[in-house]
């Protein structure tokens, strides 16, 4: 099954309405938002990612106060739709 094809029974309509809200892109209120986050966060990175870098990752690991970093050698999260666009 295509990504496309798979989309609808992925997305999760009310989380995409939320997003899209008034006020959803106010960087400060979600700064605060992260910084209150009680519970553990992982963030994977692949170290060929160019989409979300490790140096982007780690930044947006900074953001949660008990937040741990993986960044997976010789792998990109995004390779995927690279190679789709390149083959």
């Known amino acids: 099954m295509s990504n496309q094809a ?3 029974g992925q997305r999760n309509n ?3 309405r939320i997003f899209n809200s008034d006020g959803a892109f106010d960087p400060a209120a979600t700064r ?3 910084a209150g986050v009680d519970a553990p966060v992982l963030l994977v990175a692949g170290n060929l990612d160019w989409i979300i870098t490790p140096v982007a990752a780690a930044e947006f690991a900074s953001l949660f106060p008990n937040a741990q970093l993986v960044v997976q050698p010789a792998s990109a999260i995004t390779r995927g739709w690279t190679t789709r666009l390149i083959s």
Do not use: I
């Open 6 to 8: 798979a989309e609808a």
């Open 32 to 34: 605060a938002g992260l």
């Open 14 to 16: 009310q989380a995409a």
